[in-house]
Structure formats: C-alpha cells, structure tokens
C-alpha cells in the first residue's frame, strides 16, 4: 500500500506541472483548433440542410489517415520528455525509491492519455453546442454524410464509414473509440518512455513512436497488414466485426494491447532500476 501510495505522489507531481508548462498549453490550443476544424465541416454541411448535428463526432475524428497524424502528434509532444526526469527528479528518486518511482512514471501516461482523449470528447461537444441536436441516435447529418455520397459533394475531409453507424450505436462506438484511442496513447507513451530511458535521450523514443503513426497511415487500405499497426487499432473502422475480412478482431486487439503494454511496463520498471539519472533541459 505504501508503495503505491507513493508512486501517487510521483504522478501528482507531473500533473501538477502542467500549468506551468508551456508545452501543454500549446497542445491544447493545437487540439482546440484541430477539433473546431474538423468538426466545423459537419457542422456547417447540418447547417445547409439545416439540421442540427448529433453529440457523436468523436469516434470519427481519427478515421481520416492524415487527419489522425495531426490528432496524434500533439500525443507524442506531451510525452516527448519521458521519463520526466527534470531538475527535482533525483530528490524525488532518493525519497520513494525507484520502483514506487517509476510505477508513478508509468500511471501518469495512463491518466495523462485518458485526459488527452476524454479532453478531445469534450471539445468535439463543447465547441459545437450550440449547433448540436442532444439525440442517442446517430442523426440525419452523420447517416447523410455515411450513407450517401454528400461527403464527396462537400469535399469533405472527415471519413464517415458507414459499417460504423451500422454495427454499432452511438453510445458503443463512443465507448471503443474512447477506450481503443486511450490504450493506444498509453502504449506510444509507454514506447517513448521505454526507448528514452534505455538510450538516455529524448529522441529515439520519439523516433520510434512517429514511426508507428506513419505506419498506420502508410497500412491504409492494406487490411492484413492492420493486424502489425497497433495505431491502427484505435480505429473502429480498421476492425473486423463479422468476421468476414482480415482485419484484426476486438479480442486479438484487446489481447494485443495486454500483452504489449504488460511487457512495456516490466520493461520501464527493469530499465528504471539500473538507469543513470541525467537531468536534461526542459523541452
């Protein structure tokens, strides 16, 4: 219980950096504008149809490749120091110890991730709600845009995949979109985390983890290959949900997950313990 007491203190602290960090703030603001963008264009097709669009937005924000890379990057900057070791670190090493330390380390990726997406969830909502038609149904606008070839019309930029609104309902794709998003954002900073604390840089875990997000676009279209692109995973339209395709299943994709973040995490702790603590300029 002490141990874990204390790894809550070393993830506090992280958190409570944040309103001092520049970094952050910088990402929200770059999360603010790509939200509005991205979701503008739904907005105003509903407006020329007039219609209010439904709360449903977010499981859509990742379906377009390019689009995803610019959601994602912002990801990969607020992770891009790992393993956090700045100038009050080593205090804070000598006082919990490493391994309470780095089980510290290793949850603030967990939650920092979670509030990244939930964050995106709420700005796909908040900065349309006047414009917004509060329905448990997907609405007209997102079964025109999925359905019909209005996108095409419209240019839009947005990918609304059609088997999505047909296999699930809102509140389920809201549901895995939120959750395969979420692990996907512990297990890219679980690799930048890994990666720099083995190299003792800030660079080849970024490296890697930039990597994986070309990856993901660069598998597109190429539906075995989805199964060897954990980035791709967060899209539920990368999924296969009857069967009938190559595409990984929910459960080889849960499983995937525990196994690759389970062997990050031994992987953070071991590296931890034998690291040398270098101090390095904030980013």
């Known amino acids: 219980m002490k141990l874990f007491n204390t790894a809550r203190f070393v993830c506090l602290q992280n958190f409570r950096k944040w309103s001092s960090n520049y970094r952050v703030w910088i990402i929200a603001i770059l999360l603010i504008i ?21 709360p449903w937005m977010f499981p859509f924000l990742f ?10 990057f912002p990801l990969l900057l607020l992770f891009s120091d790992a393993p956090f070791i700045d100038e009050n670190q080593p205090y804070i090493i000598a006082r919990s110890g490493r391994i309470p330390w780095s089980i510290g380390q290793i949850g603030y990726i967990f939650i920092a991730s979670a509030v990244y997406f939930i964050f995106l969830l709420l700005l796909s909502i908040g900065l349309n709600f006047f414009n ?12 025109t845009l999925a359905n019909t070839n209005a996108a095409e019309v419209v240019n839009l930029k947005t990918f609304i995949p059609s088997d999505v609104l047909h296999y699930f309902s809102p509140i389920q794709a809201l549901w895995f979109s939120l959750l395969l998003s979420w692990l996907t954002g512990v297990f890219l900073g679980l690799i930048i985390y890994v990666i720099n604390s083995f190299s003792n840089t800030r660079v080849f875990g970024i490296l890697t983890a930039s990597f994986l997000l070309v990856l993901d676009a660069a598998v597109t279209n190429r539906y075995y290959l989805y199964r060897f692109s954990p980035v791709s995973w967060s899209n539920l339209a990368r999924i296969d949900i009857n069967g009938t395709t190559p595409m990984p299943s929910i459960t080889y994709i849960y499983i995937s997950f525990a196994l690759l973040i389970g062997i990050m995490i031994i992987s953070a702790i071991v590296i931890n313990r034998k690291q040398t603590i270098n101090v390095l300029p904030p980013i």
Not at 36 to 54: A, L, P
Not at 63 to 72: A, C
């Open 63 to 72: 379906t377009q490749k390019f689009i995803k890379l610019l959601f994602f």
């Open 132 to 143: 917004i038609q509060f329905t448990m149904e997907w609405g007209k606008v997102l079964g």
């Open 34 to 54: 790509l939200t509005h963008s991205f979701t503008k264009e739904i907005v105003d097709f509903g407006k020329d149809i007039d219609i209010n669009v439904s």
